[in-house]
Antibody, heavy 121, light 109 residues
Framework: QVQLQESGPGLVKPSETLSLTCTVS?????????WGWIRQPPGKGLEWIGSISHSGSSYYNPSLKSRVTISLDTSKNYFSLKVTSVAAADTAMYYC??????????????WGQGTLVTVSS | QSVLTQPPSASGTPGQRVTISCSGSSSNIGSNYVYWYQQLPGTAPKLLIY???QRPSGVPDRFSGSRSGTSASLAISGLRSEDEADYYCAAWDDSLSEVFGGGTKLTVL
């Protein structure tokens, strides 16, 4: 069974960089599929941040593209998210997930439990 | 403001059939697959419907999806108390982004 677990600081100061890691077990991320990040501000809806393929090709939500980087480390079986110049609007539950379709549909069927990141001084 | 439009709330009584709508445009629902998620309180979303009307294994056949033109809908028949959750539609948009609806909170009366 594929399992994902987010980790990283729960509190980030405004203008700094948010960094999260998603550790995957039960599947080798270099073997296939796309891997994504989705966030959800408290009490609000879902927002796709971006995805990365098993070979390292990444694509991002145009509204966040200038501030977001997703990378993966196949040797350690995890992928990461960085969001620069954060502001209060970046406060959200951050989820990592695996794409349902091998070609990268943008739909996700395996999710981490989520990690809450608060942006505050 | 979400790219896909859903009603903020829906409700029904046990055993009833309820439908949740999702409206988009030619660049998303009109030309790409629609997906539906169920999010129970305090948990991560769960994929409920993929490719407009397909159910992943383990999803009861009480849940069904459909798409017509630039709109889609999720139907839940034989409503149960455990169906009380937030439901989100999603689709790929030709602007190179996955887009979501704002979510519909389903209450089982």
């Amino acid at each position: 069974q594929v399992q994902l677990q987010e980790s990283g600081p729960g509190l980030v100061k405004p203008s700094e960089t948010l960094s999260l890691t998603c550790t995957v077990s039960g599947y080798s991320i270099g073997s296939g599929y796309f891997w994504g990040w989705i966030r959800q501000p408290p009490g609000k809806g879902l927002e796709w941040i971006g995805s990365i393929s098993h070979s390292g090709s990444s694509y991002y939500n145009p509204s966040l593209k200038s501030r977001v980087t997703i990378s993966l480390d196949t040797s350690k079986n995890y992928f990461s998210l960085k969001v620069t110049s954060v502001a209060a609007a970046d406060t959200a539950m951050y989820y990592c997930a695996r794409d349902f379709e091998s070609y990268g549909s943008g739909s996700f069927n395996f999710w981490g439990q989520g990690t809450l990141v608060t942006v505050s001084s | 403001q979400s790219v896909l439009t859903q009603p903020p709330s829906a409700s029904g009584t046990p055993g009833q059939r309820v439908t949740i709508s999702c409206s988009g445009s030619s660049s998303n629902i009109g030309s790409n697959y629609v997906y539906w998620y169920q999010q129970l309180p305090g948990t991560a979303p769960k994929l409920l419907i993929y490719r407009n009307d397909q159910r992943p294994s383990g999803v009861p056949d009480r849940f069904s999806g459909s798409r017509s033109g630039t709109s889609a809908s999720l139907a839940i028949s034989g409503l149960r108390s455990e169906d009380e959750a937030d439901y989100y539609c999603a689709a790929w948009d030709d602007s190179l982004s996955e887009v979501f609806g704002g979510g519909t909170k389903l209450t089982v009366l």
